[in-house]
């Protein structure tokens, strides 16, 4: 069971696809800025990050460049969703977005596919 890390500072977004997710077979958990991200990362290592950008305390943006300049943390496949405008120097090979609203087919995906990729470099 791959392990999913939410981090969106709009609950009700959060835990709508926190469920869905669940309801896929995914262990999730959910944070509501970039800051508890990085606890919570540091506590249990996610297989998978989707984040907003558009956040108090700390950004997707700033998120997604400390997990990226982090030994630890850099090989985790990340999903951008947002209505925000991602920073274009943070795409990777292993970096999605979804714009929100999303379609939750669309979100489910994004998440495949990035976790099938991550499970065929290994």
């Known amino acids: 069971m791959s392990h999913v890390l939410i981090v969106d500072d709009e609950p009700d ?14 262990d999730v958990r959910v944070v509501h800025d970039g800051r ?3 606890a919570a990362m540091a506590e249990k290592l996610p297989d998978l990050l989707i984040t907003d950008l558009m956040m108090p305390r700390m950004d997707g943006h700033a998120l997604i460049r400390e997990v990226r300049g982090n030994e630890a943390f850099r090989h985790i496949p990340i999903v951008v969703m947002s209505a925000g405008i991602l920073d274009k ?3 990777t090979p292993d970096l999605r977005f979804v714009p929100k609203p999303f379609e939750i087919e669309q ?3 994004a998440v495949s596919k990035l976790l099938r990729e991550r499970d065929r470099t290994r």
């Open 13 to 26: 977004i959060a835990n709508v696809l926190a469920e869905i997710l669940s309801d896929e077979g995914f």
């Open 107 to 109: 979100m489910l995906e």
């Open 89 to 91: 120097s943070l795409l």
């Open 36 to 38: 508890q991200a990085l």
